[in-house]
């Protein structure tokens, strides 16, 4: 299906614009560039904040979550393309009981053998004594999993997180990193309903695209239907109740949507101001309407009191 590779190929996009920034040392990843080819035009500094803040702002969230339930969780990275937080969180102490990435086979084959071939990445994901199983497109390492499946595809889902030996009982935050919006609403909201039936504590974070419907939204969706890209889940994206309701319509109890101005300023102020000082920004404006077209949503479910309410942005 023509729609499905171009939302592939936005994978490509955004682990190059990844590999610049963090080759321009807006945040530190020894592994990006063991997954992507280094980008060859000029990425201005807006676009590199953006990333920034993105990447930045998923992180705090992911991380509160995880000293929240002591690693003793899980985390599915849904739509996770070539990203490397796996392997960040492996050095960094913080890798949960069983990590997933899961994206379309044809990503998947193609980040199995990066795996396979780069001695650091493997070396990560396997445990002395116990052998991984790698086929052509899904790897299994002693906690770390990449499945390649369609997320509008449930029953497929299902099957492979049982292969991965997923427990619906454990803590388990999803990811979904530009992802959703690739999607119809039908398919979206499909699986975040499926979620919330299937596991018992869940937390969500979502990193896309709001107020889609203003001027600069529409000039975004037009950028990318010119390149092929078409956004049929827009839909959950015109604004903050869209957002919001696309949770609490799906049985999770608590939702937030956070805009990505508001999520600059709570990131700890002195990196901020480090990175800042990396290049110089010509039009602070252009940087605001960008950090304003984009959200980062999150969502819990919190039967057992665990302490979800208490993961959030607050500086
Ligand atoms: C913009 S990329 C983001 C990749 C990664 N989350 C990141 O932020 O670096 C979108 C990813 O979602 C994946 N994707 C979109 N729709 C999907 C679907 N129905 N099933 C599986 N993966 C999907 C694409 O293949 C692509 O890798």
Same mark, same amino acid.
């Given at each position: 299906?023509?729609?499905?590779?171009?939302?592939?190929?936005?994978?490509?996009?955004?682990?190059? /614009?990844?590999?610049?920034?963090?080759?321009?040392?807006?945040? =530190?990843?020894?592994?990006?560039?063991?997954? =992507?080819?280094?980008?060859?035009?000029?990425?201005?500094?807006?676009?590199?904040?953006?990333?920034?803040?993105?990447?930045?702002?998923?992180?705090?969230?992911?991380?509160?979550?995880?000293? =929240?339930?002591? /690693?003793?969780?899980?985390?599915?990275?849904?739509?996770?393309?070539?990203?490397?937080?796996? %392997?960040?969180?492996?050095?960094?102490?913080?890798?949960?009981?069983?990590?997933?990435?899961?994206? &379309?086979?044809?990503?998947?084959?193609?980040? /199995?053998?990066?795996?396979?071939?780069?001695?650091?990445?493997?070396?990560?994901?396997?445990?002395?004594?116990?052998?991984?199983?790698?086929?052509?497109?899904?790897?299994?390492?002693?906690?770390?999993?990449?499945?390649?499946?369609?997320?509008?595809?449930?029953?497929?889902?299902?099957?492979?997180?049982?292969? /991965?030996?997923?427990?619906?009982?454990?803590?388990?935050?999803?990811?979904?990193?530009?992802?959703?919006?690739? @999607?119809?609403?039908?398919?979206?909201?499909?699986?975040?309903?499926?979620?919330?039936?299937? &596991? @018992?504590?869940?937390?969500?974070?979502?990193?896309?695209?709001?107020? @889609?419907?203003d001027k600069f939204g529409q000039i975004m969706i037009d950028n990318l239907k010119a390149r092929q890209c078409s956004l049929p889940g827009v839909m959950a994206c015109i604004n903050v109740k869209s957002q919001t309701e696309r949770f609490l319509n799906t049985? %999770?109890?608590?939702?937030?949507?956070?805009? @990505?101005?508001?999520?600059?300023?709570?990131?700890?102020?002195?990196?901020?101001?480090?990175?800042?000082?990396?290049?110089?920004?010509?039009?602070?404006?252009?940087?605001?309407?960008l950090l304003a077209h984009y959200c980062i949503g999150y969502a819990y479910k919190d039967p057992n009191s665990i302490g979800f309410h208490k993961i959030n942005f607050s500086p």
């Open positions: 299906m023509a729609s499905d590779d171009a939302a592939i190929s936005t994978n490509d996009d955004a682990s190059q /614009c990844k590999r610049y920034a963090v080759e321009k040392g807006y945040w =530190t990843d020894p592994y990006i560039s063991l997954l =992507t080819g280094r980008p060859t035009n000029i990425h201005t500094p807006e676009i590199n904040r953006g990333y920034y803040a993105r990447v930045k702002g998923i992180r705090l969230l992911l991380e509160q979550f995880l000293r =929240t339930t002591k /690693c003793e969780c899980q985390v599915i990275n849904l739509g996770a393309g070539f990203d490397t937080t796996f %392997w960040l969180l492996k050095d960094q102490g913080l890798a949960p009981k069983c990590f997933v990435d899961i994206d &379309f086979p044809t990503v998947t084959s193609k980040k /199995c053998h990066f795996i396979k071939s780069r001695k650091s990445l493997l070396q990560k994901v396997i445990n002395k004594g116990i052998d991984i199983k790698i086929d052509k497109y899904d790897l299994h390492g002693s906690n770390y999993h990449l499945v390649g499946a369609n997320l509008r595809n449930l029953n497929e889902l299902d099957s492979k997180l049982s292969i /991965c030996g997923v427990d619906r009982n454990l803590p388990t935050i999803f990811l979904a990193e530009c992802v959703l919006i690739y @999607m119809e609403v039908k398919h979206s909201s499909a699986l975040l309903q499926w979620i919330t039936d299937n &596991f @018992m504590s869940a937390f969500f974070i979502n990193y896309e695209q709001v107020h @889609m419907n049985g %999770w109890q608590y939702a937030d949507i956070i805009e @990505m101005n508001h999520v600059y300023e709570c990131l700890p102020q002195a990196d901020v101001q480090r990175i800042e000082n990396l290049e110089f920004l010509d039009e602070r404006e252009l940087l605001d309407q």
